[in-house]
């Protein structure tokens, strides 16, 4: 017998010995014919191959997984992925127990941030928010143990290592954590093979969450800096669900006056009460756009209202014509007390829609002030034949009265607009067909388009809204920052990139993964100030905020 063999497994071999013997006996000689041979000999195997169940493991019989994901750790969230395992046994092991985790926190900028550390699991699929817990610790050192009584079935196990952050920190602080090993109940103690690429996460804002202040989803960011420094940001307050208008949907706004690190209660901007006699859910209002006139400091938000046709969507819904219950609505509000205060509703629809469009609303995102002082947001309608085109909508006397740009190409969209060095404006477009941005010039506020050099070539996505903002930075010159879902086919892997040369090329080594999950996939960016900038986009029904110094994209 083999010297490591177990006790049960010397049992069987002397047992099989004995049935051989047995049948080599004069006794048994009538029980030799073929078919019972063949089902003595299949006993035999049986009890060799169960003798051999339980059988000393070794480390080599497991298979241990452990990276830290690309995502934020975001305060004001009970929980945030760390690090991910995945620990897979085989199908004849049994009675085996976790009983400790063991990680190296070196690399986080400081620990004082931590409040605490959680540990999560699943068996079969990576469920991490229904997860069940392992153990916890809020005694936060470099070095963490967590104890912890977890079963494991055969297959795949999965862990999380879980934190939750201070409410306030600073924003330009790291989290790293690595996972060191896992202690078996049969003594054993495994090290992960790590996989991707090990960096540290960044720290974020989770600004709006799922059922926060009743509402169930946060969508469609707005954001935007204001003279003054503060930072405004809009979004739909979707009460009921996820769904697009119609819906019961009003537009909120947060505030922040030290760059993002706190924000004030959120507020409702936009609220289209029970007009026309038709409830909340009949006069949803929402897909902010926001806009900060630089000469007079006046915020403006613009949004789309919807009157009307309950049960569907406004954008198939809505008709030709001018009035709310034809059509849907271009509606603003202002505030000039740097966004304490906000205006009611003012309604431009008669002033830019053209009767026989099916719908006319804004970009979503943000607008922008030219350098000769006229306001631009971005825009969309649908033509007689429902066919949607991306444009922009301006006005030279401070918002008083506007005007309507053509159409920058069919079958396109969400759009987001900015002014290049020849006071051009550079219009970027969701397009419909998939696969990359459309993107067009105008030299006339929108009456003629022609197709940028980089149009359905340079900036893949999945068919989605994007954001695009302008910097003029003292040492780097004219900057492009462009910001989606880096991925041809779903809304994941949520990228800011960098171009140094007017939107022409968008380098690979000038790019920045933010989030690598799926998600909604909207966003919004804003200038901070001379070395930051601020990202607020979508999660599922949550939005999240992020400051990013421009030196990691240089």
Request: hydrophobic residues 35%; aromatic residues 8%.
């Amino acid at each position: 017998m083999e010297k490591n063999s177990s006790p049960l497994h010397q049992i069987g071999v002397i047992t099989v010995q004995l049935i051989i013997k047995s049948l080599n006996s004069s006794k048994f000689i009538i029980m030799k014919n073929k078919v019972n041979l063949f089902v003595v000999y299949s006993i035999m195997a049986i009890v060799l191959l169960a003798c051999g169940e339980k059988k000393n493991l070794e480390v080599s019989d497991f298979s241990y997984e452990a990276s830290q994901p690309v995502l934020p750790v975001l305060t004001l969230k009970d929980k945030n992925k760390v690090v991910q395992m995945k620990l897979t046994i085989p199908k004849n092991v049994s009675d085996i127990v976790v009983t400790s985790m063991d990680f190296n926190l070196v690399g986080t900028t400081d620990l004082k941030n931590i409040t605490n550390i959680d540990i999560y699991s699943s068996f079969k699929e990576p469920r991490f928010e229904t997860g069940t817990k392992f153990g916890s610790s809020d005694e936060i050192n470099f070095k963490v143990q967590i104890d912890g009584h977890q079963p494991l079935q055969a297959g795949d196990n999965y862990f999380w290592l879980s934190m939750a952050l201070k409410d306030s920190v600073n924003l330009t602080n790291k989290i790293s954590a690595n996972s060191v090993s896992i202690t078996l109940s049969n003594g054993q103690v495994l090290k992960p093979t790590v996989t991707g690429i090990q960096t540290a996460q960044r720290i974020g804002v989770a600004l709006r969450q799922h059922n926060q202040d009743n509402v169930d989803t946060y969508r469609i960011p707005g954001m935007a800096t204001t003279n003054n420094g503060t930072l405004i940001t809009v979004y739909d307050n979707r009460y009921e669900g996820s769904v697009d208008l119609q819906a019961d949907a009003d537009v909120g706004m947060s505030r922040s006056t030290d760059g993002g690190t706190t924000w004030e209660p959120m507020k409702v901007i936009m609220d289209m009460g029970e007009y026309g006699g038709k409830p909340q859910n009949e006069n949803g209002i929402g897909d902010p756009s926001i806009l900060v006139d630089r000469n007079t400091g006046t915020i403006w938000v613009a949004a789309v209202w919807a009157h009307g046709h309950p049960g569907e969507r406004n954008w198939h819904a809505s008709k030709p014509g001018i009035s709310p219950e034809e059509t849907s609505q271009f509606v603003l509000v202002k505030s000039e007390d740097d966004g304490l205060t906000w205006s009611d509703p003012i309604n431009i629809t008669s002033q830019i829609k053209k009767p026989e469009w099916q719908l006319l609303l804004q970009g979503p995102g943000k607008g922008i002030t030219l350098k000769d002082g006229t306001l631009v947001f971005p825009a969309q309608f649908k033509d007689k034949d429902r066919m949607p085109h991306s444009t922009i909508i301006y006005s030279k006397d401070t918002g008083l009265t506007w005007k309507i740009g053509t159409g920058a190409r069919s079958n396109t969209t969400e759009a987001q607009v900015v002014q290049l060095d020849d006071e051009s404006l550079m219009l970027n477009m969701r397009d419909n067909r998939g696969g990359s941005r459309a993107v067009a010039i105008t030299k006339d506020l929108g009456q003629t388009w022609e197709d940028h050099v980089s149009s359905r070539k340079a900036l893949i996505e999945p068919v989605c809204m994007a954001s695009l903002i302008s910097f003029d930075h003292s040492k780097k010159g004219k900057l492009l920052f462009f910001f989606n879902p880096n991925n041809e086919k779903r809304r994941a892997n949520m990228t800011i990139k960098t171009s140094f040369d007017q939107g022409l090329t968008w380098p690979t080594e000038n790019q920045l993964e933010l989030y690598e999950d799926s998600c909604y996939g909207y966003s919004c960016m804003t200038v901070i100030d001379e070395n930051h900038i601020g990202i607020l986009y979508e999660g599922n029904k949550e939005l999240y905020f992020e400051k990013v110094n421009i030196n990691e994209l240089f």
